[in-house]
Every structure is written in structure tokens, then in C-alpha cells.
């Protein structure tokens, strides 16, 4: 996959939407009846490039303070959604060891691998960090994750919503329109090229979690160290 190529297509068809004033409003960011959880497989960027990402919120926040942005806490590169979130969803519907064991087989010969986050993407809904990985090691660990809970009798939602190739981190929610909506295209179109760092993955969290990935509402099943 043309990863530069599918931001780039992502990118145009959100500008289309932004430059007319048409944005996907989320609703539920504030609505604490908003039970929504899943079971994701993530990394965490290292603190180099949480500390462009906050700068870049920053700058961002200032005009257009009302937006949701991701805290620092809450920075992650989805890996694999193994449960896509969905409303009543808790634990104890399921055996999260089973979960645990079988993502534990999956990583046995996976290595460590970079990722470049480099530039800013979108969706109407949100905006997200680009990343970019060196190598072949991120579609090895899909791979074969997948391929291990397909086998296997556990509940799971793999690529039910799409099928993920990206290494995006959303950073920006939309809870409301922005107030001046030529000005906050004008302010991403800054950061396109903008260069985050790199971060090298040597660990993943398989965690329960609420559809932002907040941090209060997060629950870390394991953490395991890569090759």
C-alpha cells in the first residue's frame, strides 16, 4: 500500500468537506452515558514526538480553543482493533487472558520497528498524525494477530468497520464546528510537511478503553516487549 498516497486521499476528500464548512460534529466526547468500549492492541509514541504533537494542539487550541485534543496521556498508534468499541461492551463478557495468550503467541517473532510521524491528515470527523513505518515489521504483526483470533473461538471484530493499513494517531476531535473554518483549514495546511520525530516500538499494550482512548477510562490486559 501507498501510504503517502491513501493520507494524501484522505487528506483532499476531508479539505473538500472543511473548505465547505461541512464537518462531522461527535456528539457524544462530553456524554458520560457514552458506553462505547472495545479491545485494541496500541503503541505509544515516545516523548520527543508527544512533545511536537502537544505543541502543534497548542497552536491549534489557540484558535480554535473549543475542539477536542487529544492530552499527551492519551497519544496512541492503533496496532490491531481486536473488539471495535460498542455500546454495554464490558470485560467480563469475555476471558481477557484468552485474549492476553493469544496476542502473546502472535508477537513471539515480531521485532522492534520505527515509525516516522511526519505531517497531519484528516477525516471530517478528526485530525490525525500521519505515521509512517520503516519496514514490513507493523503488517507482519497484523498479520499474524489476525490470523491467530480468526482461528481462534474468541469474540472479535477485526476489520468489520475497514481493514487498517494506517499508522495515523488522531489527535483532534470535532465537538463542535470551528468557529472560523477557513482560518483552522489555513492552520492545518501549515503542519502537512510539519516533521513529529520518529519513535522505535519496542513495547504494546493490549488495553479495554472507551472510544478515545481517555486514560480514566483505559485498562492495560498486558503490555509485551518486541524482539
Not at 43 to 51: L, N
Not at 140 to 160: G, H, I, T, Y
Not at 164 to 177: D, E, G, N, W, Y
Request: hydrophobic letters at 40%.
Amino acid at each position: 500500500m501507498d501510504l503517502a498516497a491513501h493520507y494524501q486521499s484522505l487528506w483532499e476528500n476531508a479539505e473538500q468537506h472543511f473548505a465547505a464548512a461541512d464537518f462531522e460534529v461527535d456528539d457524544l466526547i462530553d456524554s458520560p452515558h457514552d458506553t462505547r468500549r472495545g479491545i485494541t492492541l496500541l503503541a505509544r509514541p515516545q516523548e520527543p514526538v508527544k512533545e511536537n504533537i502537544q505543541r502543534f494542539l497548542q497552536d491549534m487550541a489557540q484558535l480554535e480553543p473549543d475542539l477536542y485534543y487529544y492530552p499527551p496521556t492519551d497519544f496512541h498508534l492503533t496496532l490491531l482493533t481486536i473488539i471495535s468499541c460498542y455500546p454495554g461492551f464490558t470485560l467480563d463478557q469475555v476471558q481477557p487472558q484468552a485474549y492476553v495468550d493469544v496476542v502473546e503467541q502472535a508477537l513471539r517473532p515480531i521485532k522492534k520497528f520505527k515509525v516516522v510521524f511526519m505531517g497531519v491528515s484528516a477525516s471530517p470527523a478528526c485530525i490525525m498524525v500521519q505515521g509512517f513505518p520503516i519496514g514490513d515489521e507493523l503488517g507482519r504483526l497484523r498479520e499474524k494477530v489476525r490470523k491467530l483470533f480468526q482461528a481462534s473461538v474468541l469474540q472479535q471484530s477485526m476489520d468489520q468497520r475497514y481493514i487498517l493499513q494506517t499508522a495515523h494517531s488522531s489527535v483532534i476531535r470535532l465537538r463542535k464546528p470551528p468557529a472560523n473554518p477557513q482560518a483552522f483549514l489555513n492552520k492545518l495546511r501549515e503542519y502537512r510537511r510539519q516533521v513529529f520525530g520518529s519513535t522505535e516500538i519496542r513495547q504494546v499494550e493490549l488495553v479495554y478503553h472507551d472510544w478515545y482512548q481517555r486514560r480514566a477510562n483505559t485498562q492495560t490486559l498486558a503490555t509485551f516487549d518486541l524482539g
